[in-house]
């Protein structure tokens, strides 16, 4: 019985880092590159994991269409993840000017999270950003400098958690 409760809660573990199909729209060419966790005073907050699509992930993986999934695990009000966002973003250095046409755009896209609950966001490299939460999309931003912007909070060499971005960024074993 107890080697079947931990069979069960590996594969609930496993589909719960599943890129849903929703935001693989029938693409099997995506892959996990790198995940880690997210904490912050010793509270996790998420867990990332980085998705990748097509060959020219093995070169620049930060380049190629990719998604970046982020597993909650406590209740984040939508507020707090826009105003962390669009701070973060103006320290990677998008002007006042750019935040202000952003804001709402990022209100509409990140929702309340409840634990366990997923926001996906995927990054189309010189276009735009789509977004996803319960594997439903609630919007697309059209602007590939707020995609860049976006994804260089994790990405960036210049990240608040370079830990967190060497783990999405490592390699995967072949």
């Known amino acids: 019985m107890r080697t079947l409760l931990t069979i069960l809660a590996f594969l609930a573990s496993a589909a719960a880092h599943a890129l849903p199909d929703s935001v693989r ?3 099997p060419d995506w892959r996990q590159w790198g995940s880690g ?5 010793g509270f996790s907050l998420y867990r990332a994991t980085f ?3 097509g060959d020219a992930a093995a070169s620049s993986p930060e380049n190629a ?13 939508s507020d707090r993840l826009v105003a962390t966002s669009i ?3 103006r320290r990677l250095g998008a002007s006042e000017a750019q935040l202000q046409r952003w804001r709402p755009e990022l209100q509409k896209v990140l929702p309340d999270v409840r634990e366990g609950d997923s926001i996906v966001g995927l990054h189309h490299p010189g276009r735009s950003a ?23 909070i994790w990405l ?19």
């Open 25 to 27: 729209n029938g693409d």
């Open 37 to 41: 966790e997210m904490s912050w005073l």
């Open 51 to 53: 998705w990748v699509r």
């Open 65 to 77: 269409p990719s998604a970046l999934q982020l597993d909650y695990r406590r209740d984040i009000a």
């Open 87 to 89: 701070d973060e973003m």
């Open 130 to 152: 789509s977004f996803y939460h319960r594997g439903r999309q609630t919007g697309e931003v059209p602007d590939a400098e707020f995609a860049r912007l976006f994804f260089a």
């Open 156 to 174: 960036d060499p210049r990240t608040r958690n370079p830990e967190l971005r060497s783990a999405l960024l490592r390699r995967p074993e072949r």
